[in-house]
DNA sequence: CTGCAAAATGAAAAATTCATAAAAGGTTGG
DNA sequence: CCAACCTTTTATGAATTTTTCATTTTGCAG
């Protein structure tokens, strides 16, 4: 059992949230927006930090820069959409973890625990730090999802937040076939009601920037995309 | 699309939101209060069922605890604002998300896909998020559903949608004997009015593709085909 | 062996899918 | 406020896939 700063403008989330872990044992303390979170931190010390990131007064993206410079605690960040995730990365603000809305609360203190026992851990000088390094090599064509950088032949390539975003999606997923519709959920957000032949538009782009190593990325006819880390003619 | 069953006492509300999922496509049932929603439920197996709280006759949380009893469905809750959110302790009853009153038809539809797809995979045994990794392996034959590839001998072969969903579908049943109406339901869909005649070209063009591996499909003269994992010829 | 029904085959017509191009809508930073 | 850029939608055509159907072949019962 552990304590919780919960950090939501809505009230509603909050009660509901606060009520199943406290049913639960655990101690849950709540702040309506990213200021009194920070003032919060600031009197207590909590195990672990939960962020929604929009926010009135101060977002979560400043409270957590601003709580990160005085403690360190583990931070979750509560995103809507993929608009908003892909912003952590490029923030590189060292969130522990992040959990988009809507969540499950048992799926959140689940998370929640793995976070703070990882903490703990690292606190004790056992386990490395927080910010796993997630760089991916396939031949010429390195990934570095961390850095939010990608190679071609050691030539750094300029690409859109959504190309970004969905290449790392498909490399994270490499060898899974990914319809357009599990794309779009993905990596524009649970709440995107869009047309599949937006991804066909951004899987176009990203293919024109990676040049040769456009034939990673795979069509499946009647289904959506597939990053294959090996080509087919390097198989044969 | 999924089916919903939506429940509550006003009926404005019901017929507002329904007009707008089934232009969507989903498929939406009224119920008016709790009771009528348990009955529906025993005669038809909906997706994910939206629960208002206040309503006549019997609440949502009994008929939550009462569905939950009978059927592992979803549940969603809609409550009033201002109502008491501590009597969302309905965590406890396994609900799987709230929304509050007033609600945007959009964002409820974004957190019952949400919601249904966690459940879906959850039924299936894997995390949320991740896809199982579903790979059948006869003597050179590999066929690697997540993916969504079949090989053999090593070498990668390129098939149609069909050809694949027919493939996976007899190698999943394998060793039973399916009719080619149920192929058509399980591979083309409950409402496909075809021929039955469909499904022999296809087997013919998923033969043609497998090679000497065709002999894995056996025909079942008067009824239909089947998958077998052991060659009849090993056997001998 | 024969006849019949079922299944396989081949091929053409119909339907669908996806890449491409281009336009329209939005955002952001100066 | 404008301009540049990013995102999304829409339109189109080529290529592929699916379906249907006529014909041939096969398997089986009598």
Redesign the pocket.
């Known amino acids: 059992m552990f304590s919780i700063l919960f950090v939501d403008d809505e009230q509603a989330i909050r009660e509901g949230f606060a009520e199943y872990a406290q049913f639960l044992g655990y101690e849950v303390t709540q702040a309506a927006d990213g200021m009194e979170a920070v003032e919060r931190c600031r009197k207590q010390d909590f195990d672990v930090v939960i962020l929604d990131i929009m926010m009135p007064r101060m977002d979560g993206f400043t409270a957590c820069k601003e709580i990160r410079r005085e403690k360190d605690i583990p931070i979750l960040m509560l995103s809507a959409r993929g608009e908003e995730y892909d912003k952590l990365h490029g923030f590189d603000l060292g969130i522990d973890d992040y959990v988009t809305k809507p969540f499950s609360p048992r799926e959140l203190l689940a998370r929640l625990n793995v976070i703070v026992n990882r903490h703990k851990a690292a606190a004790q000088g056992n386990a490395p730090g927080a910010t796993k390094n997630e760089v991916y090599r396939f031949g010429g064509l390195v990934i570095d999802m961390s850095a939010r950088t990608v190679e071609t032949d050691g030539r750094r390539l300029e690409m ?4 970004y975003e969905l290449l790392f999606h498909l490399v994270r997923n490499h060898n899974i076939a990914l319809s357009r519709e599990k794309l779009l959920s993905a990596v ?1 957000g649970y709440d ?1 009601f ?5 991804v ?5 782009m990203l ?1 024109a920037h990676l040049g040769i190593y456009e034939r990673h990325i795979v ?6 995309y597939r990053f294959d880390p090996v080509l087919e003619e390097a198989i044969q």
Chains 1, 2 share one sequence.
Do not use: L, M, Q, S
């Open positions: 859109t937040p959504k190309e524009w995107f869009g047309e599949d032949a937006t066909n538009t951004h899987i176009k293919r069509t499946i006819r009647g289904v959506g």
